[in-house]
């Protein structure tokens, strides 16, 4: 284990590939870091360290901030710039004293950083929550059990074109992203799918008339549930092969492969048991 630092509601612990970040539970603590837990941030996914002097309130406080590369971390991808400094999951604060030790804490940190740091990741090197998720907004109760979406419509909250098209599920294979707006954003803050293709419905411009998006309100969608939710979609999405891009099946095979490949864009089957049956079907070939 390597040197420790203790700031306003949180502990960065600085090991030989990585930082440890424990967030402490509190009524102070910002409620999304409380959602957190705790997060190890590999060295890998930064690409800087600032520190620098904040003068306000009632004393000066010296501020740590590690900077994410881009496309590490799906939960600043997600975020898209939206989140409050004081939520900033990569931000430290500390008393003004102890400056030197947010020095020499950040001097570690640059000299373990390598090069292409300055690139965008080619894939997420950060964990976020793992599903299976719910997430209550306004007008729906949206899940995801890891190969897909649901939206189950509130009868009270939903509009009438969501209520009449009924309860909605997107398998991942047919999505392509995901777009989160902050419920603390002027306006009212969503969660919208974007398939791969459009479907009736689909793709609305207005949140609380698209299939495929669940509105937030007041106590509903806060970032600390909304924000890991579009993460841990957005992370899966990313980890998933395409069937587009599997290997062609030989041509006797093309009958009992394309079948399975629907059923796998469908969403009835997982990563592991599309593999299995697909290599199955070549080993008996």
Aim: aromatic share 8%.
């Amino acid at each position: 284990m390597g040197d420790v630092l203790a700031g306003n509601h949180a502990v960065w612990e600085f090991d030989s590939d990585s930082v440890l970040i424990r967030f402490a539970r509190g009524m102070r603590t910002p409620r999304l870091w409380n959602a957190l837990g705790e997060r190890r941030i590999p060295l890998e996914a930064l690409t800087g360290v600032s520190v620098e002097v904040s003068a306000g309130g009632r004393r000066d406080a010296v501020v740590l901030r590690a900077v994410p590369r881009p496309g590490a971390d799906p939960l600043m991808e997600a975020a898209a710039g939206q989140l409050k400094e004081s939520c900033d999951p990569y931000r430290l604060t500390l008393p003004a004293d102890r400056a030197d030790a947010a020095e020499a804490f950040a001097d570690a940190l640059r000299g373990r950083i390598g090069p292409g740091a300055d690139e965008p990741a080619d894939r997420f090197l950060v964990e976020v929550p793992q599903p299976p998720l719910q997430l209550k907004a306004y007008d729906a109760r949206v899940g995801f059990d890891g190969s897909a979406v649901t939206f189950h419509w509130s009868r009270t909250g939903a509009s009438s074109t969501k209520w009449r098209s009924g309860d909605q599920r997107f398998a991942l294979t047919s999505l392509s992203g995901v777009e989160w707006v902050s419920p603390e954003r002027p306006g009212a803050g969503y969660l919208r799918l974007l398939p791969r293709e459009g479907a009736p419905g689909v793709g609305d411009p207005r949140a609380d008339h698209d299939l495929a998006a669940a509105v937030f309100g007041v106590g509903y969608g806060a970032v600390h549930e909304s924000l890991p939710f579009a993460a841990a979609v957005l992370a899966a999405l990313r980890a998933r092969t395409p069937v587009a891009s599997l290997p062609r099946a030989r041509s006797g095979e093309d009958g009992r492969l394309q079948h399975l490949g629907e059923l796998y864009g469908a969403g009835l089957l997982t990563d592991s048991e599309y593999a299995a049956l697909r290599d199955r079907l070549a080993a008996d070939a």
